[in-house]
């Protein structure tokens, strides 16, 4: 399984932008969608989950502001990015928890980041 991120960007503060995480490959199922991202000298840190279930968090800092969806059929998780702020200027990765069909076992898999830089 792989997942391929793209979407980031540089923006103007208050400005939207739309972060979009592919996983490709068979033999899975998809129990969980991820975003976290990463600032300059800090702790990689969660953002938003969207269950498969459909049932969605997201961390406090993000909260009306951003919107995680996804197409299950395409295996796809966006993040909706508005109101953006400096404070999020971070690299966003995207994360799933997967169940292999076979073996039942499960994973986490990482994508690479993208970049979103808010200038103020």
């Known amino acids: 399984v792989q997942l391929q991120a793209s979407g980031g960007g540089l923006v103007q503060a208050g400005g939207s932008l739309r972060l979009s995480c592919a996983a490709s490959?068979?033999?899975?199922?998809?129990?969980?969608l991820n975003w976290y991202r990463q600032a300059p000298g800090k702790e990689r840190e969660f953002v938003a989950t969207?269950?498969?279930?459909?049932?969605?968090n997201y961390a406090a800092s993000v909260k009306g502001r951003f919107t995680i969806s996804g197409d299950t059929a395409r295996n796809i998780v966006y993040l909706q990015m508005s109101g953006l702020k400096a404070e999020d200027t971070a690299v966003y990765y995207c994360?799933?928890?997967?169940?292999?069909?076979?073996?039942?076992?499960?994973?986490?898999?990482w994508g690479q980041g993208t970049q979103v830089t808010v200038s103020s």
């Open positions: 994360n799933a928890q997967i169940q292999n069909d076979r073996t039942r076992l499960t994973q986490t898999v």
């Open positions: 490959g068979g033999g899975f199922r998809i129990n969980a």
């Open positions: 969207i269950l498969r279930d459909g049932l969605r």
